[in-house]
């Protein structure tokens, strides 16, 4: 079994940063890519950022230069660096792994963080 644990969401004023992490644990064997989607309400849920086994990031159009995604390995996590934050940002966030716990990769979920962007 593997479970992924995110941490980091809150309530920030517009302008301010938040940093999301998320921890994987269990029975694995190693990690490909790791990334962060988002859901507001009435939304679909969409792609923040990802990153790669190899370090290679790509990031949704509307959080260029203002979202960081990076990952440690030996810690099995993937972080977002979240700057300059508008209200638009406002979403449950989620992380997502492709995950081996030794023969093929299956992609797990973290239970979601609330990010809400508001004075």
């Known amino acids: 079994q593997v479970q992924l644990v995110e941490s980091g969401g809150g309530l920030v004023q517009p302008g301010g940063s938040l940093r999301l992490s998320c921890a994987a644990s269990?029975?694995?064997?190693?990690?490909?890519?790791m990334g962060w989607y988002r859901q507001a309400p009435g939304n679909q849920r969409e792609l923040v950022a990802v990153i790669t086994s190899g370090g290679s990031t790509n990031y949704a159009d509307s959080v260029k230069g203002r979202f960081t995604i990076s990952r440690d390995n030996a810690k099995n996590t993937v972080y977002l660096q979240m700057n300059s934050l508008k209200a638009e940002d406002t979403a449950v966030y989620y992380c997502?792994?492709?995950?081996?716990?030794?023969?093929?990769?299956?992609?797990?979920w973290g239970q979601g963080t609330q990010v809400t962007v508001s004075s």
């Open positions: 997502k792994m492709a995950i081996s716990s030794g023969s093929y990769y299956q992609y797990q």
């Open positions: 269990g029975s694995i064997f190693s990690i490909n890519a």
